[in-house]
């Protein structure tokens, strides 16, 4: 299984920019996507095929990254932002997700 | 308006096995595929399997001696069983819709808390 590696946390203040990074044990080209998860809700999409902002979504938030680098990044963040970030791959069965990102708030 | 929503008991015993309904509305059983995907408390989630708009099944290669899912497009519905439970079996349930190909899931259903214990 290709495995997805994310820092457990990051703390930030509002207005800063923030980037969470998430790490493919192989190449995932660039089938990778974000979501967000506020505590006690489900995810939500927030980007696609690396780079794609889901509408409806800010465009505080952008995506990068192929082959086995991604990064999310928030600029600016704000307070609401707060949550867990998931990276998702669907180069190769079975889909995997990283462990996420709790992105705190100073 | 797409919705998803699961139905299902909260406790099930070791052993037995896990029976879940998602119903859904907003879109057709018949042009999206709609995937099951668990997640223990405070980890990341896991996909578990998908129905296919055409019927046809996959699941993950963890699961699939354990996992069935089925539909029934008449109720927009779509079931997930899974047999022989153990407690690490328990979490939150989601069922999502899978948008074309590209295998990720752009609405999720609020979840279905799932307790293994006896």
């Known amino acids: 299984d290709t495995v997805l590696t994310q820092s457990p946390a990051l703390a930030v203040s509002p207005g800063e920019k923030v980037t969470i990074s998430c790490r493919a044990s192989?190449?995932?080209?660039?089938?990778m996507h974000w979501y967000q998860q506020k505590p006690g809700q489900q995810p939500t999409l927030l980007i696609y095929?690396?780079?794609n902002l889901e509408s409806g979504v800010p465009a505080r938030f952008s995506g990068s990254g192929s082959g086995t680098d991604f990064t999310l990044t928030l600029d600016p963040v704000e307070a609401d932002d707060t949550a867990t970030y998931y990276c998702q791959q669907s180069w190769s069965d079975p889909w995997t997700f990283g462990g996420g990102t709790k992105l705190e708030l100073k | 308006q797409v919705q998803l929503k699961e139905s299902g008991p909260g406790l099930v015993q070791p052993s037995e096995t896990l029976s879940l309904t998602c119903t859904v509305s907003g879109f057709s059983l018949s042009s999206y595929s709609v995937s099951w995907v668990r997640q223990p408390s405070g980890k990341g989630p896991e996909w578990m399997g998908r129905m296919w708009y055409d019927g046809d099944t996959a699941y993950n290669s963890a699961l699939k001696s354990r996992l069935s899912i089925s539909r029934d497009t008449s109720k927009n519905q779509v079931f997930l069983k899974m047999n022989s439970l153990q407690t690490d079996d328990t979490g939150t349930y989601y069922c999502?819709?899978?948008?074309?190909?590209?295998?990720?899931?752009?609405?999720w259903g609020q979840g279905v808390m799932v307790t293994v214990s006896s």
């Open positions: 192989e190449s995932v080209s660039t089938l």
């Open positions: 999502t819709r899978d948008r074309g190909n590209n295998y990720y899931f752009d609405y």
């Open positions: 095929l690396a780079s």
